[in-house]
């Protein structure tokens, strides 16, 4: 056999191996995720993922859809709709929809330009329906889309708190059911953790804060309020908030894929827990 094809069969040889390989991310988010949901859905919930972003791509908004996907087939919680285009984001596309989320979507100022669109997205969450968003979701709105952040509960405004790093969190309201994933009132994890700008705590019900006295690095917040996830209430409807899901292997942690699923519920109506906003108790100064 002559070199060449020597070279092309090897080269065949280890596509076809390579090709094959498992996914090994999907199984270890298959393996990760709640069996069953934690409240029986009162009817087929439907959602609409959105997942471009139009600043800063996360590398883990693939993984994000994979986790969402296993949450949906696995719980059977809710069916999902992934998309990156915003033409069903319309007040009649949006009809079928119990909710809507927003998956490491940077700068939806900037999708978003139509004040028809941008309406139809928050009347929806005002008519009693669901919005959830991941991580970046709260990179962007203000100034160009005030509304928004005024919906989401505040704007990115740099994370102090890489990445890289270890953080340590605790439970602002360990009753409630979006927080049930939380064994302890205290917990390590490794995610990029952000400030936020026109944030008002009073109009949120914050479930968990960073720690942010314990940490070597130092934000903006006078008060030391550095929230991670809420919930609240918008007009008839609910949203769900988490700044987690910058880090892939967020998505395969097992009480961080529980509590997006929880938050999800909540939303959607199936879990019953308040959103009426609570006192900060730690780091006052
Ligand atoms: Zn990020």
């Given at each position: 056999m002559k070199l060449s094809s020597i070279c092309i069969t090897l080269f065949f040889f280890l596509s076809s191996v390579l090709f094959s390989q498992p996914d090994k991310e999907l199984e270890k988010i298959k393996e990760a995720a709640p069996n069953s949901p934690s409240a029986k859905p009162k009817k087929k919930r439907q959602i609409l993922v959105y997942s471009k972003p139009s600043g800063f791509k996360h590398s883990s908004i693939p993984t994000g859809v994979k986790g969402l996907r296993v949450l949906s087939e696995k719980t059977q919680a809710f069916d999902a709709t992934f998309t990156i285009e915003t033409k069903e984001f319309s007040t009649e596309g949006l009809k079928k929809y119990d909710a809507i989320i927003f998956n490491?979507?940077?700068?939806?100022q900037k999708a978003f330009t139509e004040k028809s669109q941008r309406d139809a997205i928050l009347n929806f969450i005002k008519n009693g329906k669901a919005f959830i968003g991941f991580h970046?979701?709260?990179?962007?709105?203000?100034?160009?889309?005030q509304e928004y952040t005024d919906m989401i509960g505040g704007c990115f405004d740099g994370h102090p708190w890489n990445a890289g790093g270890k953080w340590p969190f605790f439970i602002e309201d360990i009753k409630h059911p979006v927080n049930?994933?939380?064994?302890?009132?205290e917990f390590m994890f490794s995610d990029e953790i952000y400030q936020y700008k026109s944030y008002d705590r009073s109009k949120l019900r914050i479930l968990i804060g960073l720690d942010?006295?314990?940490?070597d690095k130092k934000g903006k917040s006078k008060t030391n309020d550095y929230p991670v996830s809420w919930v609240r209430s918008y007009g008839k409807g609910r949203v769900f908030y988490t700044n987690f899901g910058h880090n892939k292997a967020t998505w395969w942690t097992p009480f961080m894929l529980q509590h997006f699923l929880d938050g999800i519920q909540w939303a959607l109506g199936d879990i019953k827990g308040p959103s009426k906003s609570i006192p900060q108790t730690r780091n006052l100064n």
């Open positions: 490491n979507t940077t700068h939806v970046a979701a709260s990179d962007g709105g203000m100034p160009q889309w049930q994933a939380f064994q302890e009132d942010s006295v314990k940490t």
